[in-house]
């Protein structure tokens, strides 16, 4: 099993550019979630999903878009980058068998925007 | 609604010293509480997990964590410092499928 990974592991963009961040989970998980990390800010959900072609917003949705057109591919999308948005993103799947369970994280994605 | 708080962004210790650290939940209902750890450049992994099994959870590395219901509190627990346990740490609850993490508590050891 490779658990969860994410693609690209760095990406250096230009104000304005837009890029997609690819999650992908072997495990058969149902939920999936994009975070992203900010020195002194621990986790801040961004967007989520429950299930295949179903989407949620979490804390911090603005300028980002997400798709799960798949159940084990989870999609992240910046139309339109800004410096704000410089972060590292991280994904995470997980099952809810029997109550909630542990979250599996992937290597996550260092992003900077210029 | 949940939340954790963890107490302390940074704890330093001595190697061989006792690792604590601190993690508060707010609940109106039993809650399921984690602690992860990250180390850098890596992505979070569990350490521990409580679901009302057991209030005394031992977890990897050495780690445990004791749920105590009239404090509130899960704090994080390790006998003797490893130079390898430095990484952040994770408080995390859950009661939905929407988890809440803590801010996270750098642990700091010296030789």
């Known amino acids: 099993n490779a658990g969860v990974t994410q693609t690209p592991k760095f990406r250096v963009l230009k104000t304005g550019q837009s890029m997609t961040l690819l999650c992908a989970q072997d495990?058969?998980?149902?939920?999936m979630y994009w975070y992203r990390q900010d020195p002194g800010m621990g986790l801040r959900l961004i967007h989520y999903s429950v299930g295949e072609g179903t989407t949620a917003k979490g804390e911090v949705p603005d300028g980002y878009n997400v798709s799960r057109l798949k159940k084990q591919n989870f999609l992240l999308g910046l139309e339109s980058a800004a410096p704000s948005q410089t972060s590292v993103y991280f994904c995470a799947s997980s099952s809810l068998a029997g109550g909630p369970d542990t979250q599996y994280f992937g290597p996550g994605t260092r992003l900077t925007v210029l | 609604a949940q939340s954790v708080t963890q107490l302390g962004s940074h704890v330093s210790v001595s190697e061989g010293a006792l690792v604590l650290l601190r993690c508060n939940y707010s609940?109106?209902?039993?809650?399921?509480l984690f602690w992860y750890v990250q180390y850098p450049n890596q992505g979070l992994q569990l350490l521990l997990k409580?679901?009302?099994?057991?209030?005394l959870v031992k977890g990897i590395n050495g780690f445990e964590a004791e749920f105590k219901k009239s404090e509130t509190s899960f704090h994080l627990t390790k006998p003797s410092a490893h130079m390898s346990d430095a990484a952040e740490y994770f408080c995390a609850t859950g009661g939905s499928y929407i988890p809440t993490f803590g801010r996270g508590t750098s642990l700091i050891v010296h030789p």
């Open positions: 609940s109106s209902v039993p809650p399921y």
């Open positions: 495990m058969n998980h149902e939920y």
């Open positions: 409580y679901t009302s099994a057991a209030t």
